[in-house]
């Protein structure tokens, strides 16, 4: 097995075999990563394209759980996403007001 990570990390630095330190909170976050993974998931460009109207079903109180779950599951993972899900809501309560 350490000689295909090995393999791995020479691909992953271009041909170059650097080491480096990975903390210990970094691999924590990793793992849950990987723990939570689906066999189908939704990618960024996925949630963009899908976010007004799951936005718009979540500020009208509707169950989005079984309507969007791989958005509702991509924005419990993605920060940036979900940055962007929360200016979306910030915007249409404001314009609801």
């Not at 189908?40 to 979540?58: P, S, T």
């Not at 989005?64 to 929360?86: Q, Y």
């Amino acid at each position: 097995m350490s000689g295909l990570l090995d393999r791995f990390w020479v691909w992953f630095s271009g041909g170059r075999r650097t080491s480096f330190a990975v903390s210990p909170s970094s691999l924590a976050v990793l793992g849950r990563q990987i723990v939570s993974t689906q066999e189908v998931e939704f990618d960024c460009n996925d949630v963009y394209r899908l976010l007004d109207q799951f936005a718009e079903a979540v500020l009208q109180g509707e169950n989005v759980e079984p309507w969007m779950p791989l958005i509702r599951a991509h924005l419990e993972r993605c920060p940036d996403c979900r940055a962007e899900f929360e200016a979306l809501m910030r915007t249409l309560r404001t314009a609801k007001a």
